[in-house]
């Protein structure tokens, strides 16, 4: 049994390696945003790890990329519901009214943002909050933090993945 589960690591381990970049590029050329195209493939590979005995060495090629097709699907369907509600809810407000609800909404939003982003452990506090509210890349993060890039976009990841979280139960 253990043999058996150390074997599926092993196999997404290689296939990490051999399509992560790959992957990167396609999912980006199809959703058209290269930061979640990286947190899309990330999922890629944690739902390959929760596949375990169905993995095989002869199939994970088409099984990785059928995943990434179901997950950019589905980022596709929540992007496009997102913006049909958006552009109804604002054609349905007045300008004025659009405004001062939208100004208000966004410091909520942002208020709520920040007390989650407060309870994250330290490293990964400092990371979100560089990136998300100073603009900064995950480059210049390393280098101000003397992290790998690598890092940084494992925090980031973490980061947005418990934010998410966050508002996905609020709403």
């Known amino acids: 049994m253990e043999g058996s589960i150390e074997k599926s690591y092993n196999l997404v381990a290689e296939a990490f390696q051999s399509y992560h970049s790959h992957l990167i590029a396609y999912v980006s050329y199809r959703i058209g945003n290269s930061d979640d195209a990286e947190d899309l493939v990330q999922d890629v590979f944690v739902r390959l790890l929760e596949c375990g005995k169905l993995l095989c060495k002869d199939t994970i090629k088409s099984f990785v990329f059928t995943i990434a097709n179901n997950l950019i699907t589905d980022y596709l369907r929540r992007y496009y519901k997102k913006q049909e509600m958006t552009s109804y809810m604002m054609e349905s407000i007045k300008p004025e009214i659009r405004s001062f609800e939208s100004d208000i909404i966004a410091k909520d939003l942002e208020k709520h ?53 966050y508002f996905k139960e609020c709403i």
């Open 113 to 165: 943002e920040k007390a989650v982003m407060h309870m994250l452990p330290t490293q990964r506090k400092k990371v979100y909050y560089m990136n998300r509210f100073m603009d900064m890349s995950s480059e210049n993060i390393s280098a101000k933090l003397c992290l790998s890039k690598r890092t940084v976009e494992n925090h980031l990841l973490l980061g947005r993945k418990e934010i998410r979280k």
